[in-house]
Structures are given as C-alpha cells and as structure tokens.
C-alpha cells in the first residue's frame, strides 16, 4: 500500500450560484496500491480539483493499467455523462475542508471501505450544507420555493422526501447483501455488513453501523457498532456520542438482544440481553445478582460496561434493575438473512 489517504471521481450538484450541494462518487478508493497512488499523483491535484469527461476517460484507462479495475470502471461511467466532474485527492486523514471531501468520507463508510469511529470526521457538519432532498435530486433551500413552482407550471409533481443535511444512504450506496425496509431511515455513512436486514422501525446513523448478519428494529446512534449476530427489537434504542455532547462510544457484542423499547448508554460484551422496556445508562443503579439469585453488590452501570453474558431485567417485585448471567445465546434465522 502507498501513504495516500484516499480518492474518488465523481459527479456533483451545485446550487444555481454555484454552492456544491453534493456529491456522488460511484467507486471511492482507500488506501490504493503504490502503483495506483502514483497514477493518480501525476494527474490529480491534492485535494479538491474540477476535471473534464476526457480526463476522467483517460484516468479510466490508467487506473486499469495500474491494476484498479473497480474505480477506473467508475471514472469511465462517469466520462459518460459528459458535465464537469469532481476529484478529490486526499493525502492525509485531515479534517473535513469542504463539502466534496465529506461526502467522499461518508461513501467511504458505506461502501464498506472503513469501519465506524475509524474516520476523521471532525468539521462535517460545518461543511455540509443543509440541503432539500427531493425526486429529482438535491435543491438548494434559497431555490426549492422556485423549482417547486416551475415543476408544476409544465405538469409535474415535485416531491421532497426531506430537508437535512445528510441523504438516504441508498441515493448513493447499495451495500452486498442487505435487506432495507425503509430506505429513508438509513443516512448516507451508515455501514451495513452482509447479511444485515434493517426493518422498518430501524435506523442507522452517519459513522454507525451492524457489521452483519443482524436484525435491526431499533436504532443505531452514530457512533455506535453492532457486531455480528445481535438484535435490536422494535423501538430500541443505542446512546449515541451526540448524545448530550458526550464523546463515550457505545459498542454492542455478538450475541446480544435489545428487546423492544429497551436502550442502553453503556457497552455490552457477547451475549448479553436487555428486557424489553429497559433502559441501561450509566448512572443506573443495578443490583448485581448471582446464579441462585443472591444479592452481590450495588453497580452503576457505567461499572458494567463492555462485560460479556449479562442479563438486565427489572424485578417485577421490587421495581429494581437487576444484573444476572446471561446462558442463552442469541441465534438469528440464518434464511432471513441470506440475502442474495
């Protein structure tokens, strides 16, 4: 591998004054090969730099000559539009300085090319605008009262699936293997692993993500990762780090069930389960009860965190929160996620 951070071609919305509201990269690259860095040196300038249809046909060539095939097929599709495209030359993991490097690192995440918390993400949200989202594309918000009215004038019907500053991941990403009930739940920097199905309650932040196979009724915060074989019930919910400005970030193990309308803002090891209706933070005072069901001790949860084959229950009796073992495994149905 070369020291070059990461690169994509692609093609971008701007505003009619000129203000870029998006951009879609088809093939992102990270980390390339030695020969690959060196090929996009020699024609690219570091950072972000405007080229025509003809450069990126040509780049296409190169780029199958230097032995990455994926991205030169995505810079020739894009030759094929014929408008100006957008490189974006990253040597370094910086800080987030305009609009096109954010969205490359957002495809980055969903095109599987980079976990979760491995990104540096700061400065995004200054450099994304907030745009309105619509069945035509991105329009800027100081135009959309415009576009809304010419669609009309010649009989067409504009509909505006949402005002944000992020878009449905699937606008630009469609991950191997995946089942999404509701596409407008999923943001676009949400990684989904194989075999993963999001049903229509679950919602996956930007820089969050289930590494996969998982069943996702829930929600997933930024930040948040839900490794293998773990799932989330209807209307659960993780504590992400915009949580309350807070930076801890909660992760979930293999294994585990977050029954529906439970949450937790601590980490759970493998196999762990959390009662439907509960909810575990930090702060929750939890007793601490061994296998015959004798009381150990008192914990906050924030003791608790990260450990593995924990069973959270609130006794019915006392209205206490409880912490016993956990023996049972979750096993998802192998045929719900196979999804070929």
């Given at each position: 591998?070369?020291?070059?951070?990461?690169?994509?071609?692609?093609?971008?919305?701007?505003?009619?004054?000129?203000?870029?509201l998006e951009v879609y990269f088809p093939t992102p690259g990270k980390e390339p090969m030695a020969a690959v860095a060196a090929a996009l040196r020699a024609r690219l300038s570091t950072g972000v730099s405007a080229i025509t249809p003809a450069a990126a046909a040509t780049l296409a060539r190169v780029l199958t000559d230097a032995g990455a095939a994926v991205q030169a097929r995505g810079c020739q599709q894009l030759a094929e539009i014929d408008k100006p495209l957008t490189a974006v030359l990253l040597e370094?993991?910086?800080?987030?300085?305009?609009?096109?490097?954010?969205?490359?690192?957002?495809?980055?995440?969903?095109?599987?090319?980079?976990?979760?918390?491995?990104?540096?993400?700061?400065?995004?949200?200054?450099?994304?605008?907030?745009?309105?989202?619509?069945?035509?594309?991105?329009?800027?918000?100081?135009?959309?009262?415009?576009?809304?009215i010419s669609a009309r004038r010649i009989g067409r019907h504009l509909t505006i699936h949402a005002v944000d500053k992020f878009p449905r991941m699937t606008d630009y990403v469609i991950p191997s293997g995946v089942r999404i009930a509701d596409?407008?739940?999923?943001?676009?920097?949400?990684?989904?692993?194989?075999?993963?199905?999001?049903?229509?309650?679950?919602?996956?932040?930007?820089?969050?993500?289930?590494?996969?196979?998982?069943?996702?009724?829930?929600?997933?915060?930024?930040?948040?990762?839900?490794?293998?074989?773990?799932?989330?019930?209807g209307s659960s919910s993780t504590q992400g780090t915009l949580s309350g400005g807070g930076n801890i970030k909660v992760s979930i193990?293999?294994?585990?069930?977050?029954?529906?309308?439970?949450?937790?803002?601590?980490?759970?090891?493998?196999?762990?389960?959390?009662?439907?209706?509960?909810?575990?933070?930090?702060?929750?005072?939890?007793?601490?009860v061994d296998e015959d069901g004798n009381w150990v001790r008192t914990a906050k949860g924030r003791e608790l965190?990260?450990?593995?084959?924990?069973?959270?229950?609130?006794?019915?009796?006392?209205?206490?929160?409880?912490?016993?073992?956990?023996?049972?495994?979750?096993?998802?149905?192998?045929?719900?996620?196979?999804?070929?």
């Open positions: 591998m070369s020291d070059l951070f990461a690169f994509g071609i692609g093609h971008a919305t701007n505003s009619r004054a000129g203000k870029m370094r993991d910086d800080a987030i300085q305009s609009t096109a490097e954010a969205y490359l690192k957002l495809q980055l995440l969903s095109h599987r090319l980079a976990l979760p918390n491995t990104l540096n993400l700061e400065g995004i949200f200054a450099q994304l605008p907030n745009v309105v989202w619509t069945s035509e594309g991105a329009i800027d918000i100081a135009e959309v009262d415009n576009a809304l596409a407008s739940r999923i943001r676009l920097g949400a990684y989904l692993g194989e075999g993963t199905t999001v049903m229509h309650e679950g919602f996956i932040n930007f820089n969050a993500g289930a590494l996969g196979p998982n069943m996702i009724e829930g929600r997933i915060s930024q930040g948040v990762i839900v490794a293998e074989h773990t799932d989330l019930g193990g293999r294994q585990c069930l977050i029954g529906a309308n439970a949450g937790t803002g601590i980490s759970l090891g493998d196999r762990c389960t959390i009662e439907a209706g509960l909810y575990i933070t930090s702060g929750t005072i939890i007793d601490v965190s990260g450990q593995s084959d924990m069973l959270f229950i609130r006794n019915s009796r006392t209205g206490k929160v409880e912490c016993r073992t956990n023996r049972a495994a979750i096993k998802l149905n192998e045929q719900l996620h196979a999804h070929n």
